[in-house]
């Protein structure tokens, strides 16, 4: 139902990835990492994997590795990259952020439904888990798509920033939620009509992503070839 080129691509690169040596496959997860939505829309995102990994399949045949071909400056051939990449798309990021909070609710009720209330579909609750849902699908979507990247070519502990982060918004997030729980009293809430308004939510934008994502694929561009032609001469 969501198929699309991205999905086609990450597909194939997906497969050509595995059939890379271990060193290739690290250093192209790991330039991948930084290529956020925020940075380059995901079409554009998996074009340059699939020249990476076409970049790393040519050195592995001259008994090199895509480091050697890159150079020691690896964050900045990502950031040559990205200059020469098409901008990110702001109807992604806005889609992006939609599914996932739409995603985060159909799946928090979906569980909070059958687990804590035996199936009921209306039931007693604080209104305070709209804000701590909600929260979390922000903190989440922010971090994935902006902090993240910024550390995904570090080596030691640096890489483990992203995660401490994390960590550490969720349990200011939780901690808060629950200060404010105090003084809210329980309400009436109807997970019936959550389900389908977030069900219906992730349908329609994962539809519009697609669309979006075919318009964004209709002008079709080598990044990697320039930069290697580049740097070459």
Do not use: H
């Amino acid at each position: 139902m969501f198929k699309n080129e991205v999905t086609l691509l990450k597909k194939e690169n997906a497969g050509l990835l595995e059939a890379l040596k271990d060193e290739n496959r690290y250093i192209i997860k790991s330039i991948m990492k930084s290529m956020s939505i925020f940075k380059v829309n995901s079409y554009d995102a998996q074009v340059i994997q699939r020249d990476l990994i076409g970049m790393a399949q040519e050195a592995e045949l001259r008994d090199s590795s895509i480091e050697k071909s890159i150079g020691i400056d690896i964050k900045g051939f990502v950031n040559e990259i990205l200059d020469s990449s098409a901008r990110p798309s702001k109807i992604e990021i806005l889609l992006g952020f939609l599914i996932k909070l739409s995603g985060m609710f159909f799946l928090s009720f979906i569980i909070l439904t059958i687990g804590a209330y035996s199936g009921g579909l209306a039931w007693k609750a604080n209104s305070v888990i709209f804000l701590l849902y909600g929260g979390m699908s922000l903190v989440s979507f922010i971090i994935d798509g902006l902090i993240t990247p910024i550390f995904s070519i570090e080596k030691g502990l640096k890489k483990d920033i992203p995660a401490l982060i994390t960590m550490f918004s969720f349990f200011i997030l939780i901690m808060i939620s629950f200060r404010i729980n105090t003084n809210i009293s329980r309400t009436q809430i109807y997970a019936w009509q959550i389900l389908i308004a977030s069900g219906l939510i992730y349908i329609v934008c994962n539809c519009l992503n697609v669309k979006n994502i075919k318009k964004l694929s209709k002008d079709k561009k080598n990044y990697i070839d320039d930069l290697i032609n580049k740097q070459r001469i």
